[in-house]
């Protein structure tokens, strides 16, 4: 049989040249687990509670409880060695369940069905052990309600899923177009950070340095963060030409779509085009690029062992490269003209590592900028405000790393269809979104399969 295709290749903006890099997306190695007789459970909870006192909620709970399921597991694997049936029998139970959460999330107006096809072929790829579970609780016109009302939903509809579903140790995310950044919100609602923040006393250095490396890594939803994954995902904002394409560049509708978005799209449309709020208070997007008073934002992406984007690099009329991409315009290149080995509408991967920078800011030129895109639209007042916000969004987000894959579905029967086709909505004519499902099925068992806890930068 042949071998399988190298999964990563690293190309520059400028130069999509293939370099074989299937192993680009490594962190740390080495044992992440404590030995079982290092710590008693009694003294492990008291521990928790009194670092957290009165905020030890149901997150932390998960969170500790994975952490002793996994110290038990592998006390019942040395007690196997020495002829005890029962808890092998119990231990083979136990890994037949899956141990692995991931969270579908659709778009503006859409629902669990727009999965369904997408949703089959992750279940073939990936095994059972993962829980592919499709979010609900925003359907159709709920997704009007705003980014931060449909995350606070999404993180309510994980907690209750994690409450109700044992053995759960790992959660990835998948989101399509708005979904991404309804997920964004959802993961800082459900951010924990190091629920074992300290060593234990414990004299064998050994040990206490694996329970610290455990600490390094902080929850989301109690689990381990594995992958954080958009697809067409307008993590900079829609505007113009170039980010909303449909609009077809003239002028008096870019000139339009600001001050009516919010008539047809409600709360969402006027931070999508970063208009909400107050104009000496900046917009949502771009306090989701920090970590602020609402939310740590960077912190629970950085959770995460890899952060993924898909983004077409043409014929999506809803969503445009640079901000699913999240690139400035100097950094987009021509699309090349081939493809990955194995992914045929897949034409290159960049991985981009963490940037140190400031985080973003909201000057008082921002604030003047934003007052003027609200009362007085025109296309040189949206286009001057939102490449100030735009700026500020990318110096943000770039202080993580980042996996990006740019897609092209150009040769494709109906190309027209980016948008809906890199979710793979319908069997036909977007059949052709396959390769994506084998990329991003790939990507997640790669992560799932890496030893070692904790996130990547």
């Given at each position: 049989?042949?071998?399988?295709?190298?999964?990563?290749?690293?190309?520059?903006?400028?130069?999509?040249?293939?370099?074989n890099?299937?192993?680009?997306m490594?962190?740390?190695?080495?044992s992440?687990?404590?030995?079982?007789?290092?710590?008693?459970?009694?003294?492990?909870?008291?521990?928790?509670h009194?670092?957290?006192?009165?905020?030890?909620n149901?997150?932390?709970?998960?969170?500790?409880?994975n952490?002793?399921k996994r110290?038990?597991?592998k006390?019942?694997?040395m007690?196997?060695?020495?002829?005890n049936?029962?808890?092998?029998?119990?231990?083979?139970?136990?890994?037949?369940?899956?141990?692995?959460?991931?969270?579908?999330?659709?778009?503006?107006?859409?629902?669990?069905?727009?999965w369904?096809?997408?949703?089959a072929?992750?279940?073939?790829?990936?095994?059972?052990?993962?829980l592919?579970?499709?979010?609900?609780?925003?359907m159709y016109?709920?997704?009007?309600t705003?980014?931060?009302?449909?995350?606070?939903?999404?993180?309510?509809?994980?907690?209750?899923?994690?409450?109700?579903t044992?053995?759960?140790?790992?959660?990835?995310?998948?989101?399509?177009?708005?979904?991404?950044?309804?997920?964004?919100?959802?993961v800082?609602?459900?951010?924990?950070?190091n629920?074992?923040?300290?060593?234990?006393g414990?004299?064998?250095?050994?040990?206490?340095?694996?329970?610290?490396?455990y600490?390094?890594?902080?929850l989301?939803?109690?689990?381990?963060?594995?992958?954080?994954?958009?697809?067409?995902?307008?993590?900079?904002?829609?505007?113009?030409?170039?980010?909303?394409p449909?609009?077809?560049?003239?002028?008096?509708?870019?000139?339009?779509?600001?001050?009516?978005?919010?008539?047809?799209?409600?709360?969402t449309?006027?931070?999508?085009?970063?208009?909400?709020?107050?104009?000496?208070?900046?917009?949502?997007?771009?306090?989701?690029?920090?970590?602020?008073?609402d939310?740590?934002?960077?912190?629970?992406?950085?959770?995460?062992?890899?952060?993924?984007?898909?983004?077409?690099?043409s014929?999506?009329?809803m969503?445009?490269?640079?901000?699913s991409?999240i690139?400035?315009?100097t950094?987009?290149?021509?699309?090349?003209?081939?493809?990955?080995?194995?992914?045929?509408?897949?034409?290159?991967?960049?991985?981009?590592?963490?940037?140190v920078?400031?985080?973003p800011?909201?000057?008082?030129?921002?604030?003047?900028?934003?007052?003027?895109?609200?009362?007085?639209?025109s296309?040189r007042?949206?286009?001057?405000y939102?490449e100030i916000?735009?700026?500020e969004m990318?110096?943000?987000?770039?202080?993580?790393?980042?996996i990006k894959?740019?897609?092209?579905?150009?040769?494709a029967?109906?190309?027209?269809?980016?948008?809906?086709?890199?979710?793979?909505?319908n069997?036909?004519?977007q059949?052709?979104?396959?390769?994506?499902?084998a990329h991003?099925?790939d990507?997640?068992?790669?992560?799932?399969?890496s030893?070692?806890?904790g996130?990547?930068?």
């Amino acid at each position: 049989m042949a071998s399988s295709p190298p999964l990563f290749y690293i190309s520059s903006p400028r130069n999509f040249r293939h370099r074989n890099a299937s192993s680009t997306m490594t962190s740390s190695s080495g044992s992440c687990s404590p030995s079982p007789y290092s710590l008693s459970y009694a003294n492990s909870l008291s521990l928790c509670h009194h670092r957290l006192g009165h905020n030890w909620n149901f997150m932390t709970f998960v969170g500790v409880r994975n952490f002793w399921k996994r110290l038990s597991l592998k006390a019942e694997v040395m007690s196997t060695a020495h002829g005890n049936l029962s808890s092998r029998t119990d231990m083979s139970n136990e890994e037949d369940k899956p141990n692995h959460l991931l969270v579908l999330v659709h778009g503006i107006m859409g629902s669990p069905s727009d999965w369904t096809c997408f949703e089959a072929e992750l279940r073939k790829r990936l095994g059972k052990n993962f829980l592919i579970y499709v979010s609900s609780c925003n359907m159709y016109t709920k997704t009007f309600t705003g980014i931060d009302g449909a995350g606070k939903r999404l993180a309510d509809e994980v907690m209750e899923i994690v409450k109700k579903t044992e053995n759960l140790e790992k959660i990835s995310f998948l989101a399509h177009s708005l979904g991404g950044l309804i997920a964004r919100y959802a993961v800082a609602v459900l951010y924990t950070p190091n629920v074992f923040s300290e060593r234990t006393g414990n004299t064998d250095s050994s040990i206490a340095s694996k329970l610290e490396t455990y600490s390094a890594s902080a929850l989301i939803a109690g689990l381990e963060a594995i992958a954080f994954i958009t697809l067409a995902t307008p993590h900079l904002g829609v505007r113009g030409n170039k980010q909303l394409p449909f609009l077809l560049g003239m002028q008096f509708l870019e000139k339009l779509a600001a001050p009516i978005a919010p008539i047809f799209t409600g709360h969402t449309g006027s931070q999508l085009f970063l208009t909400d709020g107050k104009p000496n208070k900046p917009p949502l997007l771009l306090r989701m690029a920090s970590d602020c008073d609402d939310g740590n934002f960077l912190s629970a992406l950085g959770t995460f062992k890899c952060r993924v984007v898909y983004a077409n690099v043409s014929y999506d009329h809803m969503v445009g490269w640079r901000t699913s991409s999240i690139r400035r315009e100097t950094e987009l290149a021509e699309p090349p003209g081939h493809s990955l080995d194995g992914y045929e509408h897949i034409v290159g991967i960049e991985e981009c590592p963490p940037v140190v920078s400031e985080n973003p800011q909201f000057p008082p030129g921002a604030a003047k900028a934003k007052e003027v895109a609200q009362n007085e639209p025109s296309t040189r007042n949206t286009i001057e405000y939102h490449e100030i916000m735009e700026e500020e969004m990318v110096r943000g987000l770039q202080q993580l790393g980042w996996i990006k894959v740019d897609v092209c579905f150009q040769t494709a029967f109906w190309p027209l269809f980016a948008h809906n086709t890199i979710q793979m909505k319908n069997v036909w004519p977007q059949n052709v979104g396959l390769e994506v499902v084998a990329h991003v099925a790939d990507t997640i068992k790669q992560q799932d399969s890496s030893p070692c806890i904790g996130a990547s930068s």
